[in-house]
């Protein structure tokens, strides 16, 4: 009797958590709009919208906050296996201007071209627009040196790109292209993320820019306490996976900006590279340095040094 009476129960359970589930789907689907417009702004697209949806009977569903989507070409190019990688290298980078309201600013900001890559080749070119696995793959990049104890140390930086998208490793004519990568293998954003904000969280905006840049800035501030390539030394480890995975950007901002006068590193060696923290008041016995000028890097230097951090989140599979 009483394991009936706990079957009856947890089946319950299940079939409310399950209603529960299907309400919160109904709720739950910004994306939809995202590509009726994209329907009506390319009227020829070939895909079914109810296809990325969990629950595709309630086809009503427009409002809500989750994303139920694998990659981001679900939402901004849907119809890319009718369309291919090139049409859809174009269309990203059209539609990011006509519909970021900030487009001109943000362009300007991280140097973006207006050109998106569609493909992932051995040497990169323009025609079409490829991205240059022999110059950012994980198994070649041009090294860095940083200082330690007076002496240059070379760097070694592996670039980007992880090694399973090797364009070698393909046979015949084949590429590797955004139809089949999808963004983030290249955009190193928040893979597991179900909602907006935390799908559009920690997007590197142009790889390329914030990967060069960061270097440059990194090797130049940070590498001598954090390693040559992230490992740690004086300072603690960049490239720990359960940290890249586990910090977002406003965690990393603070560090860099308040550095020792902020409460994550209070008492520690980490520099305070942009801006003394409100409250902080300077006690030898606690803190080992006095901290540095104002503003050491600029707000812009530091979110670029964010992203470059960010790279070293490590991919072995496709998302």
């Not at 209603?19 to 020829?44: S, V």
């Not at 904000?197 to 990194?218: D, K, M, R, V």
Request: with cysteine.
């Amino acid at each position: 009797m009483k394991s009936r009476t706990l079957f009856i129960v947890l089946s319950v359970a299940l079939l409310g958590l399950v209603a529960w589930a299907a309400a919160r789907d109904t709720e739950a689907r910004p994306y939809l709009a995202i590509q009726e417009q994209y329907q009506k702004d390319y009227p020829h697209s070939n895909f079914n919208v109810e296809v990325q949806q969990l629950f595709p009977n309630f086809a009503a569903a427009t409002q809500g906050s989750s994303f139920k989507v694998e990659r981001c070409i679900s939402c901004h190019v849907p119809d890319i296996g009718t369309i291919g990688p090139e049409q859809a290298a174009q269309r990203l980078s059209q539609d990011f201007f006509k519909y970021e309201p900030n487009a001109k600013q943000i362009a300007s900001d991280n140097n973006l071209t207006g050109t998106h890559p569609a493909y992932i080749t051995a040497t990169g070119g323009n025609f079409p627009p490829s991205i240059s696995y022999g110059h950012y793959g994980a198994t070649n990049f041009t090294s860095y040196t940083y200082v330690i104890g007076g002496k240059q140390q070379p760097a070694n930086l592996p670039g980007f790109l992880p090694d399973f998208l090797n364009p070698a490793n393909l046979t015949g004519n084949t590429k590797e292209g955004i139809d089949a990568i999808g963004c983030i293998v290249c955009h190193n954003g928040s893979r597991l993320g179900l909602d907006e904000t935390e799908a559009h969280q920690n997007l590197i905006i142009n790889p390329e820019y914030s990967f060069t840049e960061g270097a440059a800035l990194y090797y130049k501030n940070c590498a001598q306490c954090h390693g040559g390539q992230g490992e740690g030394g004086v300072g603690p480890p960049l490239s720990n996976q359960d940290r890249l995975g586990f910090f977002n950007e406003d965690y990393y901002y603070r560090c860099i900006e308040y550095g020792l006068t902020g409460f994550e590193h209070l008492g520690s060696v980490m520099p305070n590279w942009g801006s003394v923290a409100a409250g902080f008041h300077y006690d030898p016995t606690r803190d080992k340095q006095q901290p540095l000028p104002a503003h050491t890097l600029s707000e812009n230097d530091i979110q670029i040094l964010i992203q470059f951090i960010r790279h070293w989140e490590s991919y072995s599979t496709l998302p």
